[in-house]
């Protein structure tokens, strides 16, 4: 059995799902991509009606650098800066889930917002290949620490998920899951 082609989702493709896809790849994992379903990417500004707003595409360097050179203190205290030096470290710049023509085996969100949007756009693209595509949810509030406790969330269903006949076994898996980490996890299953 092969390492299976996963997808972490979240609003943006600057925290939660992140977080999971750096532990990810630290853990070992090399079939692990990430992005985001809103229509840009949203960080904290200097108060709550003057966000950071950027498009999907835009290098997690120039992020970087822009916010570093608008406010370091504030940026460096809000942990911003450090979130993004860790980004950095795993790829270029936040992806946008429904600009990838990528399949996978299954995808991990971390809010029903994303859930219902990533479910939404299978389904409109249409089934093309009759591939199923396994759709997780968790709810991980967006804080650094609880994107960190997603992240680890997300790496021991990843790791109970490594079984022959996972999608037969799923329910029982699930089961085991949630009873360990005490989180709720809802699924679907939609075809590429």
Not at 22 to 37: C, D, I, P
Not at 86 to 105: I, S
Not at 141 to 156: E, N, V, Y
Not at 177 to 188: A, G, I, P, R, S
């Amino acid at each position: 059995m092969g390492e299976k082609k996963v997808a972490m989702v979240c609003a943006s493709n600057q925290n939660r799902s992140m977080d999971a896809h750096a532990l990810l790849v630290k853990s070992g994992y090399k079939k692990v991509w990430s992005f985001g379903t809103s229509n840009n990417c949203k960080l904290p500004g200097p108060s709550i009606d003057k966000p950071n707003i950027y498009a999907f595409g835009t290098p997690y360097r120039k992020i970087y650098d822009d916010l570093k050179r608008e406010n370091t203190k504030l940026y460096t205290a809000n942990g911003l800066l450090n979130m993004l030096e860790r980004n950095l470290k795993v790829k270029e710049a936040p992806q946008r889930w429904q600009e990838t023509n990528l399949k996978f085996d299954y995808v991990i969100t971390f809010e029903d917002r994303v859930f219902e949007t990533l479910v939404e756009d299978v389904i409109n693209r249409g089934s093309e290949v009759n591939q199923p595509l396994y759709v997780f949810n968790m709810d991980i509030r967006d804080s650094h620490q609880d994107a960190a406790i997603g992240a680890q969330f997300s790496l021991d269903l990843v790791r109970s998920l490594e079984v022959d006949d996972w999608e037969e076994k799923l329910d029982e898996i699930l089961d085991k899951f949630q009873q360990k980490n005490k989180k709720q996890v809802t699924y679907t299953i939609v075809f590429y």
